[in-house]
């Protein structure tokens, strides 16, 4: 039997449908869905390393959704065969406000990015970062990629450019890549006028009301500017 979670609304269920549906559009890979204590924390992969050589950061998506019921699984699963089945138990209520049960999908295949889990505690804050200043950031990285990819790139080439671009750190809020700000506008989470920033060791996490994304530097951020 299939492992199972339920959450308590359709809205939060649309809300999950949404969210994966965006990470798709950025990487149609897997998910990394993690039940423990009474949630669910969902990761995605938005930015990663292709190779000992690739600078590119680490960049995850996450949504924590609280569970009806408690139950314990840590499970790679198909973003497609995801979204279809929440969709699918969404529209089995018939439009009956109640708690929403998803059964997982066949797990999919170990992926590198899954194999990474950020860190729960020992988080500090620093300063926030505004939002439209992240969604500029945003477009002007996917910009510059398009504008340096020449006709018929290789895969490493194209990695390459892509490491350089999202790489670079923000004007004025070095600590953070350009990477972040692409994973928050590609996922939905600028919905607020500002995103709290904390860190611990080499990881930066930006936090919106819906969701996080956690950053992977391969050195610990500089954040005395901001002290």
């Known amino acids: 039997m299939s492992e199972q979670f339920a959450v308590a609304t359709h809205g939060e269920a649309a809300d999950l449908v949404n969210y994966f549906s965006r990470a798709r559009r950025v990487n149609d890979a897997s ?41 314990e699984f840590d499970e790679i699963v198909p973003l497609e065969s995801l979204v279809a089945r929440i969709d699918s138990a969404i529209n089995a209520s018939n439009g009956v406000e109640g ?66 671009v999202w790489g670079k750190e923000l004007p004025k809020k070095k600590a953070i890549p350009y990477a972040a700000a692409f994973a928050a506008d590609a996922l939905g989470f600028l919905d607020a006028k500002s995103l709290s920033v904390h860190s611990v060791d080499n990881w930066v996490r930006l936090t919106s009301p819906s969701g996080y994304v956690l950053v992977r530097l391969f050195d610990t951020p500089d954040f005395s500017d901001d002290e």
């Open 31 to 71: 998910a990394r869905l993690v039940a423990t204590g009474g949630i669910l924390m969902a990761y995605v992969g938005v930015l990663f390393p292709r190779g000992l050589l690739d600078r590119t950061p680490t960049v995850l998506g996450l949504r924590v959704i609280r569970l009806v019921k408690p139950v």
């Open 99 to 164: 708690p929403i049960s998803v059964s997982l999908p066949a797990s999919s295949p170990s992926i590198a990015w899954a194999s990474i889990t950020p860190p729960r505690d020992g988080w500090k804050r620093h300063f926030g970062v505004k939002a439209d200043a992240l969604a500029s950031a945003a477009e002007e990285g996917v910009r510059a990629v398009t504008e340096a990819l020449p006709d018929a790139a290789g895969e490493a080439v194209v990695q390459k450019i892509r490491a350089e």
